[in-house]
């Protein structure tokens, strides 16, 4: 039935054409934006999944510049052992030299006494971002001998956890202001002469070629021999944990990644599949507005038949 009220063709189109125009926005929003989720309106679940996995991966972002930072400080400490393990072997010579009867034991303790302050140089200039783990002083309010690196973020539900790296810098430190329990700092005492020093401090150019003098430079040369094997101890002990943060940063670059990989694939719109679409949905649109105008002049063929 032909009606000029109602016109059916018309409405018919017009809904399709409503429908293709509406899809068409939508695939042209995608490849504006390149989401296929950009708001919770598209997909409250995704758009949630992805909102919480971006603030993690912010958080993990935070974690490796953590890392990063500590990385930096326990290469400067590794470095400063390194160097200070080179002057205290330098040390450790020039004392075995001394030991030869007959040697100008104060031209030698001139050179000593410069090793010494060079390794004083090398322990106070170790500092990275205010922190210095070679020369410390431990009498300080606040002060802790466990060093902190955040080195993980996890998440588990609602449940998030933090992890960190410890490291004890109380076998590593060279000097201590406070009790002098570092390292090269660290007081002995001669068994003849009753002389206290340490690797800091020794003196040995009033000795003598003594028996008794012989026997306590013999003594230091064995004390700084510890030191050096502490010392070796403790920039292998650096070089672990130095070697543990490198491997921890590299996996958070790459479980950063993996979620960037996972949000994509929650929200990201399919650019080949949105530009095909949006081809097809403009060729519905062009039909949709022929159909509609079709439609339309189905009332002006009724007018027709009103002509004589």
């Not at 039935?1 to 409405?11: K, L, P």
């Not at 080179?86 to 050179?111: F, N």
């Not at 064995?222 to 920039?235: E, F, I, P, R, S």
């Amino acid at each position: 039935m032909s009606s000029i009220i109602t016109n059916a063709s018309a409405m018919t189109a017009l809904s399709s054409l409503n429908k293709t125009n509406k899809a068409l926005d939508q695939t042209q929003n995608r490849i504006s934006t390149g989401y296929r989720v950009a708001t919770a309106e598209d997909n409250a679940a995704y758009w949630s999944i992805a909102t919480t996995m971006r603030s993690d991966n912010s958080a993990l972002s935070t974690v490796k510049d953590a890392l990063d930072l500590g990385g930096a400080t326990i290469d400067v400490a590794y470095t400063g052992v390194n160097s200070a393990i080179d002057l205290v072997k330098e040390i450790k010579s020039k004392l075995v030299a001394a030991r030869q009867p007959g040697v100008d034991r104060s031209k030698v303790q001139a050179e000593v006494s410069q090793l010494q302050l060079q390794l004083k140089s090398v322990a106070d200039s170790s500092v990275f971002s205010g922190e210095n783990w070679l020369s410390v002083n431990s009498g300080v309010a606040g002060y802790n001998d466990t060093k902190s690196i955040v080195s993980s973020f996890g998440r588990t539900g609602a449940t998030i956890s933090i992890q960190t790296i410890s490291i004890s810098i109380a076998a590593m430190k060279l000097y201590d202001g406070n009790d002098q329990s570092g390292i090269l700092d660290t007081a002995d005492t001669t068994a003849n002469g009753g002389i206290a020093y340490s690797v800091a401090t020794l003196d040995i150019s009033t000795l003598t070629d003594s028996a008794n003098d012989l026997a306590d430079l013999e003594q230091m040369i064995g004390w700084v021999d510890t030191a050096l094997g502490n010392m070796t101890t403790a920039a292998a002990d650096v070089g672990a944990v130095k070697k543990r943060i490198s491997l921890q940063s590299d996996f958070v670059s790459s479980l950063m990644n993996a979620l960037d990989r996972g949000i994509s694939t929650l929200v990201d719109a399919d650019m080949t599949e949105e530009s095909t679409k949006l081809q097809a949905l403009q060729v519905q649109q062009q039909l949709g507005v022929q159909s509609l105008s079709i439609a339309n002049q189905n009332s002006q063929n009724i007018l027709a038949l009103f002509k004589g």
